[in-house]
């Protein structure tokens, strides 16, 4: 997970002994909703594992990740996630961040895509000027006056 594994008992310290880092700060706050909202975004990232650190950071800390994303981004992760619904989610920001931590936590699964029209089976019927080409009123560009063709 880190890109320097020298850094990982910085992270066990923040979460077992948080009295030693009093000082709230902002710029932790925004790392640590990026390390999520990274791994949310890649395109990697199935269902299934969102659903896993959904459970394993719980619904408050996942619903402070996806609150503070952009709306725009929202509405990529319900596509990422739920094809169906992401225009919606585009659409509406707070439906959408609802919609992304009900997926998450188990509350929904994903609507599955609408079923497509069903075609006739054979031949596709040629259109009655590619038959009988004698009917066809338009004449080539290079028959035309305009390039210099006299009839």
Known sequence: MLADERLKPVLVALASQPNLFPTKSKSLDKALVDAVAVQ????????????AIAGAIGRDALEAVVGRQLP????????????TNAQRAKEDFIWGCNHLVALAMRAKDPEPPPAKAKTTAGKKRASPRAK???????QSAFQSKAFGRRE
């Not at 949310?40 to 659903?51: G, I, Q």
């Not at 509405?75 to 094809?83: A, M």
């Not at 009988?132 to 338009?138: S, V, W």
């Open 72 to 83: 725009s981004a929202v509405g990529s992760l319900v596509k990422q996630y739920d094809k």
């Open 132 to 138: 009988n080409p004698k009917t066809d009123n338009r």
């Open 40 to 51: 949310l975004k890649s395109k990697a990232c199935t269902l299934e594992e969102m659903r």
